[in-house]
């Protein structure tokens, strides 16, 4: 499983809000939800994951509320907002044309 370090720099903010823009959910299922949908290839750690989220938070990324987790416990629940959805897009974008390049560099045939 990749460490957060291995990860290009910001990929896990972008993934965190792909992650809220299909449904809201409390770290605990973020952090899952990323294992599961790359097949267990990516994970974070807390140490990364709730910065993450407070910095997303701060920056009117994301929003924050508090209700019971499907445990009943108390949990602090994210969701995008509009200005999150925008980011989203960009960052999208972003990542499309960075990896496109990578790909094209990395396929090259080797003399």
């Known amino acids: 499983m990749s460490k957060p370090s291995d ?3 910001g990929t896990l903010d972008m993934l965190i809000l792909k992650i ?3 449904e809201p959910l409390n770290g605990w299922a973020i952090s899952q939800r990323l294992k ?3 097949s267990e290839v990516l994970g974070v750690s807390d140490g990364s994951l709730y910065p993450a ?3 997303l938070e701060h920056r009117g990324w994301i929003r924050a509320h508090w209700k019971p987790s499907e445990n009943n416990r108390r949990a602090k629940f994210y ?6 959805r925008k980011q989203l897009e960009k960052e999208t974008a972003n990542w499309n044309r960075v990896s ?3 790909s094209g560099i990395v396929q090259l045939k080797e003399a």
């Open 7 to 9: 990860l290009v720099q």
């Open 20 to 22: 809220l823009a299909l």
């Open 36 to 38: 599961q949908m790359s």
């Open 53 to 55: 989220l407070h910095k």
């Open 79 to 84: 969701s995008l907002t509009r200005l999150g």
């Open 100 to 102: 496109a390049a990578i």
